[in-house]
């Protein structure tokens, strides 16, 4: 089926650790988001792109980094992962009518 | 910081009852969605509503906004267990990301 797939759906790490965060979609679109989501607050943007090759900052960008080599992909690194950066971790992508989210990345950082 | 605030945070019903869910934002917006989130999962869009319209329909669900008040309200009406989930409003604007803000998000439970 068409849709966001992010990889891994579950992960920990230990402090200090660096890991990529994968979302993939094959719906060819351009716009393309990472967010992070935290209980009682929503869901927050970390970066964005608006097409290969082009990237920007959210509103919670520190500590992550991102990269869009290729339309479908949308990359999220930590370089040196915090126990502040546990949380779920959301791809969508740009739809006209709407977002399409993939189903998420658990990440525990202890 | 947050452009939209749901109202009421958590919200228990029984199944055949109608559920409204409320959010306010705070800046002009040139849309406002509202998403699905069950448990463990992604969001999944319901419906999006134009900064110049006022109602939207789709299935069960009822979609208002008033733009002068900066609000909306989501209707389910005839509540199903199966409706069980959380519900967030976003606010979409017309700037270089077409990027969502997103709410907190109501928790809806419908009992059987």
């Known amino acids: 089926n068409a849709g966001v797939t992010q990889t891994p759906k579950f992960r920990v790490l230990k402090t200090g650790q660096s890991m990529t965060l994968l979302c993939a979609q094959d719906?060819?679109?351009?716009?393309m988001y990472w967010y992070r989501q935290d209980p009682g607050m929503g869901l927050r943007l970390i970066h964005y792109?608006?097409?290969?090759?082009?990237?920007a900052k959210g509103e919670v960008p520190d500590g992550y980094n991102v990269s869009r080599l290729k339309k479908q992909n949308f990359l999220l690194g930590l370089e040196s992962a915090a126990p502040s950066q546990t949380s779920v971790y959301f791809c969508?992508?740009?739809?006209?009518?709407?977002?399409?989210f993939g189903s998420g990345t658990r990440l525990t950082v202890v | 910081s947050q452009q939209g605030e749901e109202d009421p945070q958590a919200l228990s019903i029984q199944e055949g009852e109608n559920a409204t869910m409320n959010c306010s934002y705070k800046?002009?917006?040139?849309?406002l969605q509202w998403y699905r989130q069950n448990s463990g999962r992604g969001l999944v869009h319901l419906i999006l509503?134009?900064?110049?319209?006022r109602e939207k329909h789709s299935g069960r669900l009822r979609v208002t906004l008033d733009t002068s008040k900066k609000s909306s309200s989501l209707l389910i009406t005839a509540s199903r267990a199966a409706d069980t989930a959380s519900y967030f409003c976003?606010?979409?604007?017309?700037?270089?990301?077409?990027?969502?803000?997103f709410g907190g998000g109501t928790r809806l439970m419908v009992k059987p």
């Open positions: 969508a992508s740009r739809a006209l009518a709407g977002y399409t």
């Open positions: 719906m060819n679109h351009e716009y």
């Open positions: 792109s608006v097409g290969e090759g082009t990237t």
């Open positions: 800046t002009s917006i040139n849309n």
């Open positions: 509503i134009r900064s110049n319209e």
């Open positions: 976003a606010g979409g604007f017309n700037n270089a990301g077409n990027m969502l803000t």
